[in-house]
């Protein structure tokens, strides 16, 4: 069934949400449940799946079950964003990622992203058939607007305290959630000046990108506010260190953790989340829709 022909319970304590997200070449409808956008890191060190995926091939093959288990955006990202990350030169990141979203924007039905803050990479991945720029930078570069329209592409834009390298050390916030949605207001006004249509453009509070874990817990449980920017909500929360701070649970071991988180931000309406587990995810959103989980407030309870 098109997502779209189920409604997203109308609650009167939410903000209206976005009910698509215009890509390069297409639509994306939200149904009532969030889009899943599953991760696939060709590098050797990101914090979760590094090493498993740097053959094009197995990659390849990656993306495409993903695509099977229930994903509707594949992210393909060829540089670890993780705290004290090595950076990765433009070559490297352009060998280890063009061929594989050269081969899932063939031979997958759903749209590619392409994870990375270098324009170069963006451009090459748009050109092989990415419809979505997907920065963890949010576009700040002149470059990677420039890329975006070039190709009349959507773009992500995600909120980080500080840089990779150093965002951990010690992040400080006044009004955490005020703070995040104020600079992705701003960053969406500067993409929609530079001419990049408000409707390709989705936000992300950047879970784990300079915030502690009580910084992560207020933009979760706040995830509903970032729909009065009037854009999809995008979250990456999969695995992250505050799902092993809460449980006392090493990287391999955040299954369940990521579960939990992604149906809280299936009652916030969050309209697409970033994770690893896709088939874990889509049959939890499955379940959970079919017993009820959407539909508790409306009962009153
Ligand atoms: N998180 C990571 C990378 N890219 N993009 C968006 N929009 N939102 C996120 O939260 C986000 C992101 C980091 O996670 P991962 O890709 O699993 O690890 P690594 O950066 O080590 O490759």
Same mark, same amino acid.
């Given at each position: ?26 639509? !994306? ?10 991760? %696939? ?12 995926? !740097?053959?094009?091939? @197995? ?42 979203? &050269? @081969? ?13 803050? =270098? ?6 991945? %748009? ?41 951990q050390v010690n ?7 005020? /703070?995040?949605?104020?600079? %992705? ?5 500067? %993409? ?18 300079? =915030? ?5 817990? @207020?933009?979760?449980r706040a995830a509903?506010?970032?729909? /009065? ?35 809280? !931000? ?24 079919? &017993? ?5 407030? /409306? /009962?009153?309870?």
């Open positions: 069934m098109n997502p779209a022909d189920r409604p997203y319970p109308a609650r009167p304590s939410h903000p209206p949400r976005a009910d698509h997200w215009q890509l390069r070449t297409r639509s !994306l409808p939200f149904g009532p449940l969030p889009a899943v956008m599953g991760i %696939l890191n060709v590098t050797p060190d990101s914090f979760s799946d590094g090493g498993r995926y !740097l053959e094009a091939a @197995a990659a390849v093959d990656r993306g495409l079950a993903m695509a099977a288990a229930g994903a509707t955006i594949l992210d393909v990202g060829g540089e670890s964003t993780r705290p004290y990350a090595e950076p990765v030169d433009v070559d490297e990141e352009l060998r280890r990622v063009i061929p594989v979203v &050269a @081969a899932l924007c063939e031979q997958a039905a759903v749209p590619v992203s392409i994870d990375t803050s =270098k324009p170069r990479v963006a451009r090459e991945a %748009l050109r092989a058939g990415a419809e979505i720029v997907n920065d963890v930078t949010a576009a700040r570069d002149p470059a990677m607007v420039a890329a975006a329209l070039d190709f009349s592409a959507a773009v992500c834009v995600m909120h980080m305290q500080g840089e990779p390298r150093t965002m992040p400080e916030y006044g009004d955490v959630v005020g /703070e995040v949605a104020a600079f %992705l207001a701003q960053r969406s006004q500067a %993409l929609q000046a530079a001419g990049v249509a408000a409707g390709r453009i989705a936000v992300d509070p950047g879970i784990g990108f300079g =915030k502690r874990l009580e910084h992560n817990l @207020a933009l979760l509903g506010r970032l729909h /009065e920017l009037g854009h999809p909500v995008i979250v990456g929360h999969s695995r992250k260190r505050f799902i092993g701070e809460v449980l006392g649970r090493p990287e391999a071991d955040r299954t369940a953790g990521t579960v939990g988180v992604a149906l809280a !931000l299936a009652r916030r309406g969050v309209q697409v989340l970033r994770v690893h587990d896709v088939a874990e995810v889509c049959q939890a959103f499955t379940l959970f829709e079919a &017993a009820g989980g959407l539909e508790l407030e /409306e /009962e009153g309870r």
